[in-house]
């Protein structure tokens, strides 16, 4: 499975992006997906996730009500809309899946497939 996760960029606080995460592979509808995020001297920290149906949706404290995770399996795509941007969410954004899992797992050891990386950086 390949990954590839765009939309990151430049916005001011108070602003709006719209990741999205690609997939290749016909067994992407089977996965759970991951959205995890790394700031600069950081560790990596788990962000959103969402079931193989969409129908378990998981998210950090620090990004509830303002993040929304989706997914489109005919499309084998993974979004996640992030509204009301702050500084602290500058970093560079991953995408993840995960091949075995039935729940959001939130820790980066649970996923097996890892995109490159789109970096996210909110300023004025």
């Known amino acids: 499975v390949q990954l590839q996760a765009s939309g990151g960029g430049l916005v001011q606080p108070g602003g709006s992006l719209r990741l999205s995460c690609a997939a290749s592979?016909?067994?992407?509808?089977?996965?759970?997906m991951g959205w995890f995020r790394q700031a600069p001297g950081k560790e990596r920290e788990f962000v959103s996730g969402?079931?193989?149906?969409?129908?378990?949706?998981s998210y950090a404290d620090s990004v509830k009500g303002r993040f929304t995770i989706s997914r489109d399996n005919a499309k084998n795509t993974v979004y996640l809309q992030m509204n009301s941007l702050k500084p602290e969410d500058t970093a560079l954004y991953y995408c993840?899946?995960?091949?075995?899992?039935?729940?959001?797992?939130?820790?980066?050891?649970?996923?097996?497939?890892w995109g490159q990386g789109t970096l996210v950086t909110v300023s004025s």
């Open positions: 993840a899946a995960d091949a075995h899992g039935v729940v959001v797992g939130t820790q980066s050891e649970t996923y097996d497939y």
């Open positions: 592979g016909r067994t992407f509808s089977m996965y759970t």
């Open positions: 969402i079931t193989w149906s969409g129908g378990s949706r």
